[in-house]
């Protein structure tokens, strides 16, 4: 089964919106990443949270990290038309196997 | 770009053909993963190699078969196609210990299966 499951499947905002996804996973883990797919393309790697990291930013991009509940979130803050996307999330599903493991995506569009 | 290179862009072929997918890594990365994503699905981990040596195994069927050669370029063979095999393939590429390396991700190959 899947390490990572995102949540909400779709979302739908307004430009200048802030967009929040979350994440849920099932083992321990090393890290956590989130990677980002326009359609048809391949993924583009947004930013990775250490398992001994609670909170990370990148630009617009906040990601939390709760290890107790197995789950992280993503907020885009400010969001734009070009934001437009699936966001995945990816684990590690063993340590030490370095075998990334994703969910299903959470498509977010972002309305002008 | 990510420095991921993945050859063809577009494949079509018919049930019970064989094809291979190629895959080049980034400059420096020694590991290489192969996914597959079918229609509004998430991605699934097929295989990982390191220089050459597999070294992770997810949902990969029987019909399907991977090496990565010792220029670190990496293949995947698909044979005794199904329509159901019908997918983006996605190649992905990091350096070693890779547990805290980003995956760089080619544009992948779509394969139909008519």
């Known amino acids: 089964s899947q390490q990572g499951e995102e949540d909400p499947q779709a979302l739908s905002i307004q430009e200048g919106e802030n967009a929040t996804m979350n994440c849920s996973y099932k083992t321990s883990i090393n890290n956590l990443q989130w990677y980002r797919q326009n359609s048809g393309r391949g993924l583009v790697h947004l930013i990775l949270?250490?398992?001994?990291?609670r909170e990370k930013h990148s630009g617009r991009l906040r990601v939390t990290l709760d290890t107790s509940k197995k789950s992280s979130s993503l907020l885009i803050t400010a969001s734009r038309a070009a934001d437009t996307a699936s966001y995945f999330c990816a684990t590690d599903a063993t340590s030490g196997t370095y075998k990334y493991i994703f969910g299903t995506g959470t498509r977010l569009k972002v309305l002008a | 770009d990510s420095g991921v290179t993945q050859t063809p862009k577009h494949l079509i072929t018919a049930t019970g053909q064989r094809v291979t997918l190629r895959c080049s890594p980034r400059s420096g990365d020694l590991s290489v993963y192969w996914y597959q994503q079918s229609l509004d699905q998430g991605l699934q981990f097929l295989i990982q190699?390191?220089?050459?040596?597999?070294?992770a195994k997810g949902n990969i069927l029987e019909r399907f078969s991977a090496q990565q050669f010792p220029d670190l370029h990496s293949e995947l063979n698909l044979s005794s196609l199904e329509l159901g095999d019908s997918a983006l393939y996605f190649c992905a590429s990091s350096v070693w210990p890779s547990y805290n390396s980003p995956l760089h991700f080619g544009n992948g190959t779509r394969l139909t299966v008519t």
């Open positions: 949270i250490r398992s001994n990291e």
């Open positions: 190699y390191y220089n050459g040596e597999e070294r």
